[in-house]
């Protein structure tokens, strides 16, 4: 659903009327991930400006509530991948691991594994690390801050896979690499 809201111009505080949606199914995903749709031009100065409203993310096996700047969990039904992110970072990472098809749950404990493993000079200069693709042999990710760009083969994150029994889930929450620790256990193999 397609709903129209005020919005004022920081810049020339004119008042401008954005189209805001509820609802984004697999057809749109590309214009969440580029920010095009959050992303309006002021009619008056052409500033362009980001407005990020709640939005719902429908893709083939997951929901992710976009709440921005809250992550209260939200109740839903069914089988597939509930989530919940709260800043459009977290929301165009995650939509990256769900199209991918991957566990964002193992590809958080991967990615500290991988800041674990840095050399002390780079662990120092990185600010975080985000999950960009992937191919048939690996798993690509990016260190902020950094001009590195760090590699996890896809073997090692089936291995993990295997060994991380992830809990159930049955409402939207947010998974990033502070809470994912709450969502598994190791198996015992
Ligand atoms: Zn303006």
Avoid: W
Wanted: with cysteine.
């Amino acid at each position: 659903m397609i709903t129209k809201e005020n919005y004022t111009c920081p810049k020339c505080q004119n008042t401008n009327r954005i189209k805001t949606y509820s609802f984004i199914d697999h057809t749109n995903i590309k214009r969440v991930i580029n920010k095009e749709i959050f992303t309006n031009i002021c009619s008056k100065c052409g500033e362009s400006i980001d407005v990020f409203y709640p939005l719902k993310i429908v893709g083939e096996n997951y929901i992710i509530h976009y709440t921005p700047n809250e992550n209260a969990p939200i109740a839903d039904a069914g089988k597939t991948i509930l989530r919940v992110c709260d800043t459009f970072a977290d929301l165009k990472e995650k939509i990256l691991i769900l199209e991918d098809n991957l566990n964002d749950i193992v590809i958080e404990f991967i990615k500290d594994y991988i800041i674990y493993n840095l050399d002390e000079k780079t662990k120092n200069e990185v600010e975080g690390i985000r999950y960009n693709n992937c191919d048939k042999d690996n798993l690509y990710f990016q260190l902020l801050g950094s001009k590195t760009k760090a590699v996890c083969s896809y073997n090692k994150y089936c291995k993990l896979l295997k060994k991380i029994k992830i809990k159930k889930i049955n409402q939207c929450v947010l998974i990033d690499s502070y809470t994912y620790k709450n969502y598994y256990r190791m198996r015992l193999l």
